[in-house]
């Protein structure tokens, strides 16, 4: 049943308003305007009737307060008056009153009305619902994600903002078709909320890309605990719905940024857990990786600005030992994933060869750090778009970039750097940047 507050100081007239609606409404009454905008403080009502003629205070004044509460400017108000004063009806009307009622109360023309108002309220709470929400999985889209994280009341808000992307999505569709893919995006949903926490917002942001707001303070090892346990429980129960296919094997990747040290607004967060997202899909999939712990992969180009050539990089990535001056945390990572290649290509017989990608000035050579920032932003985008599945490509020196080719020849990595060049060349136009690389056996220091 829904919920009409009447403000009026008329005991008659409050009477008389519960005789005609009491039997459809739960009516709540308040006799002055203290005492209405009280009660609003405790209950949001479906419907307000406002008396313009309050003994403490005029009906506009509680509308002006009314209107300056976020949770109650969308309650729907009728004013009720006894004077037929065409002025105050046309400022009730500006200020956003739905309409008005006249004393004393007619009761069909008082039920018709409310009834008309609260079924137009409905209807429009209805479409926004969908305005708002993602028509396949009933998730909050991307529109309400933006607006939920561009309020100026949470700029100041903690929380954290993650990315998830259904790794090798293309694939179930692609085998199975399209009503199979509609189906594990609905199950990710729903495990998804299941999952997450009722402070937390949910939000499919398009294709199999997802987006979760977790609101408040938490300690990163809570969130990437969080992560983990959703990760591991989503790719058991997507990949049971594709049937365990061994042509198909679904992960889950996931970036996460940090409100507001990353950003406060959605624009800002969500570049920062793409970046995190995208370090996740370069380095296995199957993971969550943090923004601000992708900064510690990269060279240090302040206190190390000298670019190196592949035999001393071979040389550093084969030392046992960590030595300063190259890589941070990404360093012991790629270390790790040049000695798993190296050991493979060994036991399998099968070429492997690594590739040094370096942006240089076309005129002066090495870049300073603004120039090095941006030339590596485009030759990111170049390999991303130039590399085969299964590929590895990671940030390395000032303005550098390595790639691991598995199974591949010298002439194949020739050919794929010269794509890279190519794909380089064409989005650095006008820019007087260029690529040189240098192409070497993995294992094989200077070959």
């Given at each position: 049943m829904k919920h009409i507050l009447m403000a009026d100081g008329s005991d008659h007239n409050l009477k008389c308003a519960r005789e005609i609606l009491g039997s459809s409404y739960e009516m709540i009454p308040a006799q002055s305007g203290k005492e209405t905008l009280l009660l609003l403080k405790k209950v949001i009502p479906d419907l307000i009737l406002?008396?313009?003629?309050?003994?403490?205070?005029?009906?506009?004044?509680?509308?002006?307060?009314?209107?300056?509460?976020?949770?109650?400017?969308?309650?729907?108000?009728?004013?009720?008056?006894?004077?037929?004063?065409?002025?105050?009806?046309?400022?009730?009307?500006k200020m956003g009153a739905m309409d008005f009622i006249r004393k004393p109360f007619d009761a069909e023309i008082m039920r018709s009305r409310i009834e008309k108002i609260l079924k137009m309220t409905d209807q429009k709470k209805e479409l926004q619902d969908i305005a708002l929400k993602d028509g396949l999985t009933d998730l909050l889209n991307r529109r309400s994600m933006e607006r939920l994280l561009n309020?100026?009341?949470?700029?100041?808000?903690?929380?954290?903002?993650?990315?998830?992307?259904?790794?090798?999505?293309?694939?179930?569709?692609?085998?199975?078709?399209?009503?199979?893919?509609?189906?594990?995006?609905?199950?990710?949903?729903?495990?998804?909320?299941?999952?997450?926490?009722?402070?937390?917002?949910?939000?499919?942001?398009?294709?199999?890309?997802?987006?979760?707001?977790?609101?408040?303070?938490?300690?990163?090892?809570?969130i990437t605990n969080i992560v983990q346990r959703m990760i591991r429980e989503i790719e058991f129960e997507i990949n049971e719905l594709v049937l365990d296919s061994e042509e198909v094997s679904i992960s889950i990747s996931a970036g996460v940024s940090q409100k507001p040290e990353d950003g406060t607004g959605f624009a800002e967060l969500y570049a920062a857990a793409d970046k995190a997202l995208y370090f996740v899909k370069q380095n296995g999939k199957g993971n969550c990786h943090f923004y601000r712990d992708t900064a510690n992969e990269l060279i240090d180009v302040e206190n190390e600005p000298k670019q190196v050539d592949l035999g001393?990089?071979?040389?550093?990535?084969?030392?046992?030992?960590?030595?300063?001056?190259?890589?941070?945390?990404?360093?012991?990572?790629?270390?790790?994933?040049?000695?798993?290649?190296?050991?493979?290509?060994?036991?399998?017989?099968?070429?492997?060869?690594?590739?040094?990608?370096?942006?240089?000035?076309?005129?002066?050579?090495?870049?300073?750090?603004?120039?090095?920032?941006?030339?590596?932003?485009?030759?990111e985008k170049a390999i991303s778009q130039s590399l085969r599945w299964g590929d590895i490509a990671t940030k390395c020196g000032n303005g550098q970039y390595i790639v691991l080719l598995l199974n591949a020849s010298y002439e194949n990595g020739t050919m794929v750097a010269e794509r890279i060049r190519s794909k380089y060349k064409e989005l650095s136009a006008g820019r007087k940047l260029i690529l040189n690389y240098e192409v070497g056996n993995v294992g094989k220091s200077g070959e």
């Open positions: 406002l008396d313009v003629a309050l003994a403490d205070m005029s009906g506009y004044d509680v509308m002006e307060r009314i209107k300056e509460d976020d949770q109650l400017r969308e309650v729907p108000v009728i004013f009720l008056t006894a004077e037929a004063d065409r002025e105050g009806e046309i400022r009730g009307l309020q100026t009341d949470a700029a100041r808000e903690e929380g954290f903002f993650m990315l998830l992307d259904l790794d090798n999505f293309k694939e179930v569709n692609d085998k199975f078709g399209h009503v199979v893919g509609d189906k594990v995006l609905i199950r990710f949903a729903r495990i998804l909320e299941e999952l997450v926490g009722d402070d937390s917002s949910l939000c499919r942001l398009g294709g199999d890309e997802f987006a979760i707001y977790f609101r408040g303070s938490y300690e990163k090892d809570e001393q990089l071979q040389k550093m990535i084969q030392e046992e030992e960590y030595q300063r001056g190259v890589y941070k945390v990404g360093y012991n990572r790629f270390k790790w994933m040049y000695g798993f290649v190296s050991q493979y290509r060994e036991k399998k017989s099968q070429d492997a060869h690594i590739i040094l990608l370096t942006v240089q000035d076309e005129e002066d050579g090495e870049l300073e750090k603004d120039r090095a920032e941006e030339g590596i932003e485009l030759l």
